[in-house]
């Protein structure tokens, strides 16, 4: 069995040399994924590479590189399942811009994984689905919505996976799956093609095992004049809560602000109740909107009714009043936090990742506090439109990810994965982080 | 074109209401609905109302000018963006 590469800069650095061809780098993803899929029950379907270009023809940049995306982007001939179903046959149908950039540098499109129905959930839970497992610890948790990407990524079965992130559904995923989870600029990726949760805080976003990984997706997805370039030496805000954080968590960030020299810290982020407020106002009235025929009808699942109800009752004007402020609220934060500063830095999820059992409703341990919790530091970066990205900073007790989120102003990417990339070197080595978490997962296979 | 008619918007006392009267936001909302609400349903989004009336309070007291598009989404798309551009430098 060939042994591959652990990221995908070092599969790239394999097929620079010889080591393998494109062609064997392919057929042995696919092998991969086949052996892994019934094992983490995160692939909705399989392509085949029948009615596809062959994939050792491929040029560009990623050739060689299988990837394999959360099942909620159109695909060539394919109208995607969303959670809902297996998706269906659409002759004629074009990839999404998102997927066809890709493509063009050269991927191998493998799957279509599992998600959430239609987005809405913090976790992986979707009665439609078999239960997706964390390739970490089969007890824990998998975050949503991309749940299926997560744990696609995290098991190695593809090199990397496009998401969608409307109130933390890259980030949090990445969080429960030591992966690295970016959700860039509103508007930075186009969302055609994607079906929409809440259009005003959708954003396309990635998980990856490494830094370096993201920016060859990132490069491939967006223009080169689109994006800021890398701050060098970025300066950093530390957000660390008074309380509401396990202790487990506050010390990793408090080591991390100690070892990276963060002068400015501060315990609250004045507005974040009322961002947050403002997001869930948003999120609530445009899902109730996208689904509006389905909760009329009384059709729609528990699942999408928990999150778009509201939106039947919410009254307008708040509506349009959150979004007619969240220019000025954008202007406010960075003038606050990121006037002088390139990153802030705060939790991703404030405690450790929670087992599966605690976090989805109808088991007898759930708790609603943990499910919530999931995303408390997540929506009003949506609101807000600015990237983020969420990446492992350190080992809890059992050996799972506690991960930090990190922030920059709008398309200034770069500054984000630039900085990601020295902390995964300094603290993980560079074979990405999964072979750091679960040193014996490869030898799943 | 669809005429886009905004749904019944509660009064000023309707907003500042006291929890209780929440529910009845909450009912006039699902009246839409086919299916009744069940009694727990009304009160677990009446105390969500509750919990966001005060951000949206705050909201509320900026700027006017409403653009809404046919699907009823409020469209502040392009000045956002423009906004965003801005933020980025």
Same mark, same amino acid.
């Given at each position: 069995?060939?042994?591959?590469?652990?990221?995908?800069?070092?599969?790239?650095?394999?097929?620079?040399?010889?080591?393998?061809?494109?062609?064997?780098?392919?057929?042995?993803?696919?092998?991969?994924?086949?052996?892994?899929?019934?094992?983490?029950?995160?692939?909705?379907?399989?392509?085949?590479?029948?009615?596809?270009?062959?994939?050792?023809?491929?040029?560009?940049?990623?050739?060689?590189?299988?990837?394999?995306?959360?099942?909620?982007?159109?695909?060539?001939?394919?109208?995607?399942?969303?959670?809902?179903?297996?998706?269906?046959?659409?002759?004629?149908?074009?990839?999404?811009?998102?997927?066809?950039?890709?493509?063009?540098?050269?991927?191998?499109?493998?799957?279509?994984?599992?998600?959430?129905?239609?987005?809405?959930?913090?976790?992986?839970?979707?009665?439609?689905?078999?239960?997706?497992?964390?390739?970490?610890?089969?007890?824990?948790?998998?975050?949503?919505?991309?749940?299926?990407?997560?744990?696609?990524?995290?098991?190695?079965?593809?090199?990397?996976?496009?998401?969608?992130?409307?109130?933390?559904?890259?980030?949090?995923?990445?969080?429960?799956?030591?992966?690295?989870?970016?959700?860039?600029?509103?508007?930075?990726?186009?969302?055609?093609?994607?079906?929409?949760?809440?259009?005003?805080?959708?954003?396309?976003?990635?998980?990856?095992?490494?830094?370096?990984?993201?920016?060859?997706?990132?490069?491939?997805?967006?223009?080169?004049?689109?994006?800021?370039?890398?701050?060098?030496?970025?300066?950093?805000?530390?957000?660390?809560?008074?309380?509401?954080?396990?202790?487990?968590?506050?010390?990793?960030?408090?080591?991390?602000?100690?070892?990276?020299?963060?002068?400015?810290?501060?315990?609250?982020?004045?507005?974040?109740?009322?961002?947050?407020?403002?997001?869930?106002?948003?999120?609530?009235?445009?899902?109730?909107?996208?689904?509006?025929?389905?909760?009329?009808?009384?059709?729609?699942?528990?699942?999408?009714?928990?999150?778009?109800?509201?939106?039947?009752?919410?009254?307008?004007?708040?509506?349009?009043?959150?979004?007619?402020?969240?220019?000025?609220?954008?202007?406010?934060?960075?003038?606050?936090?990121?006037?002088?500063?390139?990153?802030?830095?705060?939790?991703?999820?404030?405690?450790?990742?929670?087992?599966?059992?605690?976090?989805?409703?109808?088991?007898?341990?759930?708790?609603?506090?943990?499910?919530?919790?999931?995303?408390?530091?997540?929506?009003?970066?949506?609101?807000?439109?600015?990237?983020?990205?969420?990446?492992?900073?350190?080992?809890?007790?059992?050996?799972?990810?506690?991960?930090?989120?990190?922030?920059?102003?709008?398309?200034?990417?770069?500054?984000?994965?630039?900085?990601?990339?020295?902390?995964?070197?300094?603290?993980?080595?560079?074979?990405?982080?999964?072979?750091?978490?679960?040193?014996?997962?490869?030898?799943?296979? | 074109?669809?005429?886009?008619?905004?749904?019944?918007?509660?009064?000023?006392?309707?907003?500042?209401?006291?929890?209780?009267?929440?529910?009845?936001?909450? !009912?006039?909302?699902?009246?839409?609905?086919?299916?009744?609400?069940?009694?727990?349903?009304?009160? !677990?989004?009446?105390?969500?109302?509750?919990?966001?009336?005060?951000?949206?309070?705050?909201?509320?007291?900026?700027?006017?000018?409403?653009?809404?598009?046919?699907?009823?989404?409020?469209?502040?798309?392009?000045?956002?963006?423009?906004?965003?551009?801005?933020?980025?430098?």
């Amino acid at each position: 069995m060939m042994d591959l590469p652990a990221t995908l800069t070092g599969l790239q650095r394999a097929l620079s040399v010889g080591e393998l061809s494109q062609h064997q780098a392919i057929q042995a993803q696919r092998e991969r994924l086949l052996r892994l899929e019934t094992q983490f029950h995160c692939v909705v379907q399989l392509f085949e590479e029948a009615n596809r270009p062959r994939d050792d023809t491929r040029t560009g940049k990623l050739a060689g590189v299988g990837l394999a995306h959360k099942d909620i982007f159109d695909t060539t001939d394919r109208s995607p399942g969303l959670g809902h179903d297996r998706g269906t046959l659409a002759k004629g149908l074009r990839a999404a811009p998102a997927i066809a950039r890709l493509q063009q540098a050269g991927t191998s499109e493998l799957a279509a994984l599992s998600m959430a129905e239609y987005a809405c959930g913090a976790t992986g839970d979707n009665s439609r689905l078999a239960r997706c497992l964390n390739p970490l610890n089969a007890q824990a948790a998998v975050g949503g919505s991309s749940s299926g990407s997560a744990a696609a990524v995290a098991s190695e079965m593809a090199y990397g996976s496009l998401g969608t992130d409307t109130a933390g559904s890259v980030r949090i995923p990445a969080a429960t799956c030591a992966l690295l989870g970016l959700k860039t600029t509103h508007g930075l990726i186009s969302t055609k093609g994607v079906f929409p949760l809440a259009p005003s805080l959708d954003s396309v976003g990635l998980l990856t095992r490494s830094a370096a990984d993201a920016e060859q997706l990132l490069e491939a997805l967006v223009d080169e004049n689109q994006l800021r370039p890398a701050a060098r030496q970025p300066r950093l805000k530390a957000w660390l809560p008074e309380a509401g954080l396990h202790a487990s968590v506050a010390d990793a960030l408090e080591q991390l602000a100690v070892e990276y020299a963060v002068e400015q810290r501060v315990a609250h982020v004045t507005e974040h109740r009322l961002l947050t407020s403002l997001s869930e106002i948003v999120l609530h009235h445009e899902t109730a909107a996208t689904h509006r025929a389905a909760l009329l009808e009384g059709t729609v699942s528990s699942q999408v009714e928990a999150v778009a109800l509201l939106g039947l009752v919410l009254p307008q004007p708040w509506y349009h009043a959150a979004l007619r402020d969240r220019s000025k609220r954008a202007r406010a934060f960075v003038s606050e936090h990121l006037q002088g500063n390139d990153i802030l830095m705060l939790p991703a999820l404030p405690q450790p990742v929670p087992d599966w059992t605690r976090v989805s409703v109808g088991n007898p341990d759930f708790d609603v506090r943990q499910l919530l919790a999931l995303h408390s530091f997540m929506g009003f970066v949506n609101y807000l439109g600015f990237p983020s990205l969420v990446i492992p900073i350190a080992r809890d007790e059992r050996g799972m990810p506690i991960s930090a989120q990190f922030i920059a102003r709008p398309y200034h990417e770069r500054t984000l994965l630039t900085f990601a990339g020295r902390l995964e070197l300094q603290r993980f080595g560079n074979n990405g982080f999964t072979r750091y978490f679960s040193p014996t997962l490869q030898k799943v296979d | 074109m669809q005429i886009y008619t905004p749904a019944p918007t509660p009064s000023t006392d309707a907003l500042n209401a006291a929890p209780l009267e929440w529910t009845g936001v909450v !009912r006039s909302g699902l009246a839409q609905r086919g299916n009744p609400a069940t009694e727990p349903e009304i009160l !677990r989004l009446a105390k969500q109302l509750q919990r966001l009336h005060p951000a949206a309070i705050e909201a509320m007291s900026s700027s006017p000018s409403d653009r809404v598009t046919d699907s009823g989404l409020a469209d502040d798309s392009v000045e956002f963006n423009q906004t965003l551009r801005s933020l980025a430098a």
